[in-house]
């Protein structure tokens, strides 16, 4: 079993939709949660980090962590194609632990 | 462009062949790390510097890959006897260390194809 479980997608919506990208994890350790954008051929860009339980918002963007679930999501209101791009969660315990990434497709 | 660079950008080897990849971090950062991504994955750890010492290096880093950060600035990952399954993109990453280590920055990558 991986450390970080994240469905691969593709997840195709169209402009304006709400996009709601999750990620499990299976160790209790882990402590501060991340997102990261990464478009084609480029390196991945930290979107959002948060370190407790609860809701963290930055514009169109809201990261949640459940940890007595394990369980993350990151939402992107009005999706617009420019967020067209793989998704990744990030966890750290010690090191950084990536998911596998979700390919997200918005569609004018 | 003060960010993270890396080169070459892209690099295609025949098996067999050594090849060695730089990273520039930003000025200020003191930890540097090294990942491998291959199609679809995340990227998976390798290596990671404080300063000119590497501090922790994955169990994916075989006897073939070495790093270096000599003077704590600019690291370099020397791939020797480069195989087919060596083929991935190779991201650097940079953060202050300490209280801001979760905020990494990384490069636009290297990819390598070994041919």
């Known amino acids: 079993q991986k450390e970080v479980e994240q469905d691969p997608g593709p997840l195709s919506v169209p402009e304006g939709a709400i996009v709601s990208l999750n990620c499990t994890y299976s160790?209790?350790?882990?402590?501060?949660f991340m997102w990261y954008r990464q478009y084609s051929r480029k390196g991945p860009e930290l979107l959002m980090y948060?370190?407790?339980?609860g809701n963290k918002e930055d514009g169109r963007f809201t990261a949640q962590v459940d940890k007595s679930s394990k369980y993350i999501s990151l939402f992107i209101r009005d999706s617009q194609p420019s967020d067209s791009a793989t998704y990744l969660c990030?966890?750290?315990?010690?090191?950084?632990?990536f998911g596998s990434g979700t390919k997200l497709n918005v569609k004018p | 462009d003060t960010g993270v660079s890396q080169n070459p950008r892209h690099k295609i080897t025949k098996r067999g062949q050594n090849v060695t990849f730089r990273c520039d971090p930003i000025?200020?950062?003191?930890?540097l790390y090294w990942y491998r991504q291959t199609l679809g994955q995340g990227p998976e750890f390798l290596t990671y510097?404080?300063?000119?010492?590497?501090?922790?290096k994955s169990r994916l880093l075989s006897d073939r890959f070495s790093a270096e950060r000599p003077k704590g600035s600019f690291s370099t990952l020397e791939i020797q006897r480069t195989e087919q399954g060596d083929s991935a993109m190779y991201l650097c990453?940079?953060?202050?260390?300490?209280?801001?280590?979760?905020?990494?920055?990384f490069g636009p990558g290297t990819r390598l194809t070994v041919t």
């Open positions: 510097f404080q300063n000119e010492a590497q501090l922790e």
């Open positions: 948060t370190y407790s339980s």
């Open positions: 990030a966890m750290i315990y010690n090191k950084f632990y």
């Open positions: 000025s200020e950062h003191n930890r």
């Open positions: 160790n209790s350790a882990f402590q501060y």
């Open positions: 990453a940079s953060s202050l260390g300490a209280g801001g280590s979760y905020e990494q920055y």
